[in-house]
């Protein structure tokens, strides 16, 4: 269970936090994860956003739909990055991405900002990068 840390540009920070979903792990070890990471976003006053990374490939999971509750009731800022939407056709993805979206709403008045990506095809890095470097700049003044 490591936390990854990664300087871009010498200006900023991207945090890389382990899986708390798919991994194979025990149910003491997945509570002893989850609870580092709740710890972790909790005590970050510099956080100015957690990426949620989703497989685009799967249908809302409980344990994606937890976590976004919790990040919502701590007030914690967050976008969604629904991943690997390469692997599946583009229909299939944004089926998936739909009803994960809808589920959402029937406790959100206000959907997070959330973004479709591929690394392998590079599909929707720009505008992924541009929602990182907003917030940057929003948040030097």
């Known amino acids: 269970m490591l936390i990854n840390y990664f300087r871009i540009d010498d200006s900023w920070l991207v945090v890389d936090l382990p899986g708390y979903g798919y991994a194979k792990r025990s ?67 944004f089926a998936n991405v739909n009803t994960f979206l809808k589920t959402l709403e029937e406790e959100w008045e206000e959907l997070p900002p959330h973004f479709v990506t591929s690394a392998e095809t590079r599909e929707g890095r720009e505008e992924l990068l541009e929602y990182i470097y907003s917030i940057n700049k929003e948040s030097k003044g």
Not at 36 to 49: A, D, E, P, S, T
């Open 27 to 93: 149910k003491k070890e997945q509570d002893k994860l989850v609870d580092m990471i709740h710890n972790y976003v909790i005590g970050r006053q510099q956080l100015l956003c957690l990426f949620v990374l989703i497989d685009s490939r799967h249908t809302p999971q409980k344990i994606d739909l937890d976590f976004i509750h919790w990040l919502g009731e701590n007030g914690i800022p967050f976008a969604i990055v629904f991943t690997k939407c390469d692997k599946q056709s583009r229909a299939k993805t």
